[in-house]
């Protein structure tokens, strides 16, 4: 991990100096982790593409102020979790303001990416997941599909270890509860913890 740590630094550095082929090159070693997690996150994906740059817009922005001497790819979910907090935001606004005016029911379209399908191999498990309240699915989808630390978790949602700690026990209760049938899963994600 150290020596992927500094590769990322060295392309940080370039970008830094001007070198925007370097944020090119540090966008093609994120963007498979970054994808995963809004496309799994994001209910509307027709929206993924648009959240997916606002994030790389962001990270470009902020990549002055970025402390070195931390892990990279904890700093980047952490913009990943916000921008995604401000879309969930933004689009509860404006649905509100659909409803009021119109009615409006939403219609929600879930599209799952074969890497995600491949990586969790089970569909009735997605659908688990996918019903898990928002902030019991970001913890499984931080800790188990893009595999941070428990730690690395608490940093990118600025929560204390413990919270994170509950709210996955919290969601391998639920999961439990609603899927019997899926114990060969569960097996799995209990061994990892």
Do not use: C
């Not at 994170?164 to 569960?186: M, P, T, W, Y």
């Amino acid at each position: 991990m150290g020596n992927q740590n500094d590769e990322y630094d060295k392309l940080i550095q370039l970008t830094l100096s001007g070198r925007k082929e370097a944020y090119g090159e540090l966008y093609e070693k994120t963007i498979r982790d970054v994808y995963k997690s809004v496309h799994f996150l994001i209910e509307k994906k027709t929206d993924v593409d648009d959240v997916v740059q606002d994030i790389y817009i962001q990270a470009y922005q902020s990549l002055s102020r970025f402390d070195r001497s931390k892990s990279f790819r904890p700093w980047l979910m952490g913009i990943v979790v916000r921008q995604i907090r401000n879309y969930r935001r933004k689009t509860w606004t404006y649905l509100r303001i659909l409803k009021k005016a119109e009615g409006h029911k939403q219609v929600i379209e879930f599209d799952f990416s074969n890497d995600v399908v491949d990586k969790l191999s089970n569909h009735e498990l997605i659908s688990l997941i996918d019903s898990l309240p928002y902030k019991l699915k970001q913890v499984v989808i931080l800790r188990y599909l893009n595999e941070h630390s428990q730690e690395e978790v608490a940093s990118i949602l600025d929560i204390p270890v413990g919270t994170v700690k509950s709210r996955i026990n919290a969601a391998l209760k639920k999961l439990r509860q609603k899927g019997q049938d899926n114990n060969i899963f569960l097996r799995k994600v209990e061994n990892i913890q």
